[in-house]
């Protein structure tokens, strides 16, 4: 098929790939455009953008496509299908309209729950126990439209956002594929009204630790938001984050006020229950195992991990 690839991160590659092995005329790639980053603060392509000129791709990369010159380019593409993953920009009706089979989406949630921007992130704070991949096709709402091809996955008791991703990311790809090998056959199912959920955009403001909750409240957040913006707390007046953790073994190796390390084994004290912090990471260094971390940070029994304001 003639394909137009929408996508900007890493997510998205291992299905611009996917495509091209298949060997799917890939139109164009359209991603976000170069944006400043590193020490210089130099333009530095997408994930996508990259890729595709690897593959020698035509790259578009327009911040809007709202404006009828950049719909009529897209048009005069004359794709059969657009396919989008994680591309950063709403598509107007005329772009959803433009293909001969309009625009599937893959959506790494099982829909209609966790709808929207952050639904790796959301399912696993949340404690959801599975997730999934869904191919929908595009309409105006929010990831409303119809599915046409989902497929299940668990998430394990330490399962990271980073780890999850790139599962869905190799199953979306290989998903996608399927799809369009067999569009024709495939009957759009709409979404149920029930079991809607959204996710929202992580906020850096929700990556301190709150020591009260519950541990396995705890151990979600540190695990949701790994590895960004990566979840903190502040010891002896500096930031740590933590981008990996377990619950800790009842009865716990000691005990303590929320915040409190309790053992060797940088478990710590929750409102209830504790946990231990498996993957650390100071600031303006890289991350570390505990054994490693604890060698060059010290964190005896009994220190406080605080959050900050305490």
């Not at 590193?38 to 996508?48: A, F, H, L, S």
């Not at 190799?170 to 009204?193: H, K, R």
């Not at 957040?221 to 002896?236: M, T, Y």
């Amino acid at each position: 098929m003639r394909v137009i690839f929408m996508g900007t991160p890493e997510f998205s590659v291992p299905v611009l790939d996917a495509l091209v092995r298949a060997g799917h005329d890939i139109a164009a790639v359209y991603c976000q455009p170069p944006r400043p980053a590193g020490r210089g603060k130099k333009d530095r392509p997408t994930p996508v953008h990259a890729r595709a000129l690897d593959l020698g791709l035509e790259v578009r990369h327009p911040v809007s496509l709202k404006a009828p010159s950049e719909q009529a380019a897209f048009a005069g593409l004359a794709a059969d299908v657009a396919v989008v993953v994680a591309y950063g920009l709403i598509l107007p009706q005329a772009i959803l309209d433009a293909p001969a089979r309009g625009c599937l989406n893959i959506h790494a949630s099982l829909l209609p729950r966790w709808r929207g921007a952050a639904p790796i992130h959301r399912a696993i704070m949340a404690g959801d126990t599975k997730t999934g991949i869904c191919i929908m096709q595009m309409e105006a709402g929010l990831d409303t439209g119809p599915v046409l091809m989902r497929r299940e996955m668990e998430i394990g008791p330490e399962d990271t956002t980073a780890l999850l991703h790139d599962r869905l990311s190799q199953t979306g790809a290989e998903l996608i594929v399927e799809a369009l090998a067999f569009l024709v056959e495939l009957t759009p199912v709409p979404q149920p009204s029930e079991g809607v959920t959204y996710a929202a955009k992580i906020d850096k403001a929700e990556a301190e630790i709150d020591w009260s909750a519950p541990a396995a409240e705890v151990d979600r957040k540190i695990r949701g938001l790994s590895p960004f913006p990566g979840a903190w707390f502040s010891v002896d007046g500096q930031r740590i984050k933590v981008l990996a953790s377990r619950l800790a073994p009842r009865p716990a190796p000691g005990s303590g006020a929320p915040g409190t390390v309790l053992g060797d084994n940088l478990a710590v004290a929750c409102g209830d229950g504790a946990v231990e912090l498996l993957r650390l990471q100071r600031a303006g260094k890289g991350a570390q195992d505990r054994e490693i971390f604890l060698r060059g940070f010290p964190l005896a029994a009994g220190t406080r991990l605080l959050s900050e304001g305490e």
